[in-house]
C-alpha cells in the first residue's frame, strides 16, 4: 500500500493527514516562508502519500501574491460611518496602499459567525496581510492571523504587553495633557468620560487622566468618572449621570470629541454653560470639535499618520522573506485650544 486513495484527494484530507491546519498546507504549496521546516516536511509527505495535486487555479496562485490588504474594523456601519476617526483611518491606510499598488479590502466583524467565515477567508490565502482597527481586550482576532501565518498590524492595542504589531498614539499624554489644561484654568472637579474600558484606548486615556490629578495635587473621586462607548449617545448618558451623582462639577474631559458632543447638549439642556460652568475637553480633534458651539478643545491624534503608518509596517512585513520581531509604534498627541474650555 501506498497511502494513495482513490478518487482526487483534497486539501483538506492532506491537512489532516499531515497534523495541520488547512491555511498552513496552502502556505506550504505557495512557497510560504512563514512556515517551520519541521512542518513543510509533514506537508510535503503528506502530498506525496496521497497524491495530492492543486488545481489549476491554485498553481496559477503558487509562488505569487495577492496585492490585497485587509483592513477588518470589528463595528457596525452605523458607528463606522458616523465616527470621523475611523473614515480617517481609511484614508491613511487607503492612500499608503495606492502607493504601493495594493488593493484594500475593507471588513466589518460584528458577530462570532462573521470572524469565523473571515478566518476561513484568510485561511484561503486571498489577502496578503491584515490591518485591525477597533480592537476590544480578549479579541482572539489577531492571534488567529498570526497562526495562519499572515502579517497582521493593529491599530492602538489589548494591553500594554501587546504581542502583536501595533500603531497607537500616546493616550495616557492625551489624558494627563487634558487635565493640567483643565487646572490651568482654574477647574478643580474635573469629571471624565471613558470610553468601553474592555479597551486599552479607554483605560489609558482614563489613567492620563487619574495621573493628571495626582500631578495637580487633587483628590481622586470615582463619583466625577462616568463609562460611555465612544458614541454620542453614550456621551449623553454618561453626562446625564455624571450631573446626578456630583452636579457641582467644573469640568469634564470626555475621551472622544464624539462623546463630548453628546455631553455638550446635555449640558445645554441641563441650562449649563460652556465654558462658564462648565468646560469641555474631548479626544482627536475631528471635524465635530471644529463645529462644535462652542468649537471644541480637543487632544489631537494624528489619525491618518496611524492609517499610514499601519500600511507602511504591514507592506514592509508582507515584503519580507522571514518574521522578524513585532514593530511597535507610539505617535505623539497635541492638545488644541478652543473656546470650550
Known amino acids: 500500500m501506498n497511502g494513495r486513495q482513490s478518487g482526487r484527494p483534497t486539501l483538506e484530507q492532506v491537512a489532516a493527514r499531515a497534523g495541520v491546519g488547512r491555511g498552513t498546507v496552502s502556505r506550504v504549496i505557495n512557497g510560504s516562508p512563514r512556515v517551520s521546516e519541521q512542518t513543510r516536511t509533514a506537508v510535503a509527505r503528506a502530498v506525496a502519500e496521497l497524491g495530492y495535486v492543486p488545481n489549476q487555479a491554485a498553481r496559477a496562485l503558487a509562488g505569487s501574491r495577492t496585492d490585497a490588504i485587509a483592513l477588518v474594523i470589528p463595528e457596525a456601519e ?26 484594500l479590502l475593507l471588513t466589518l466583524v460584528r458577530s462570532e459567525q462573521e470572524r469565523q467565515r473571515f478566518e476561513q477567508y484568510l485561511a484561503a490565502q486571498r489577502v496578503d496581510g491584515v490591518l485591525l482597527a477597533s480592537v476590544h481586550g480578549g479579541d482572539p482576532l489577531p492571534d488567529r492571523v498570526r497562526e495562519l501565518g499572515l502579517p497582521v498590524v493593529m491599530n492602538g492595542r489589548r494591553t500594554e504587553a501587546e504581542p502583536v504589531p501595533y500603531v497607537d498614539s500616546d493616550n495616557i499624554g492625551a489624558g ?30 482614563l489613567g492620563g487622566y487619574r495621573a493628571g490629578l ?36 467644573d469640568a469634564v474631559f470626555a475621551a472622544s470629541d464624539v462623546m463630548a458632543a453628546g455631553a ?40 491618518e499618520e496611524m492609517g499610514r503608518t499601519m500600511a507602511r509596517m504591514l507592506l514592509r512585513d508582507v515584503a519580507r522573506t522571514a518574521p522578524e520581531k513585532p514593530c511597535r509604534h507610539v505617535l505623539p498627541t497635541e492638545l488644541v485650544v478652543r473656546e470650550s474650555s
Request: glycine fraction near 10%.
Open 176 to 205: 494627563r495633557a487634558a487635565v493640567a489644561h483643565l487646572v490651568g484654568r482654574g477647574r478643580s472637579r474635573i469629571a471624565t468620560i471613558t470610553g468601553p474600558l474592555d479597551m486599552y484606548v479607554a483605560r489609558a486615556r
Open 214 to 249: 495626582t500631578e495637580a495635587g487633587l483628590p481622586p473621586d470615582e463619583g466625577l468618572v462616568s463609562a460611555g462607548d465612544f458614541t454620542e449617545e453614550g456621551g449623553r448618558r454618561a453626562m446625564r449621570e455624571l450631573l446626578d451623582h456630583r452636579p457641582d462639577l
Open 78 to 103: 452605523a458607528r463606522l460611518f458616523a465616527e470621523p476617526y475611523f473614515l480617517d483611518l481609511i484614508r491613511g491606510v487607503s492612500a499608503e496602499l495606492a502607493e504601493g499598488d495594493k488593493q
Open 264 to 303: 455638550r447638549g446635555v449640558l445645554r439642556e441641563a441650562g449649563r454653560r460652556v465654558p462658564e460652568d462648565v468646560a469641555l475637553v474631548g479626544v482627536d480633534d475631528s471635524p465635530v470639535a471644529r463645529l462644535m458651539d462652542p468649537p471644541l478643545t480637543s487632544v489631537r491624534q494624528p489619525i
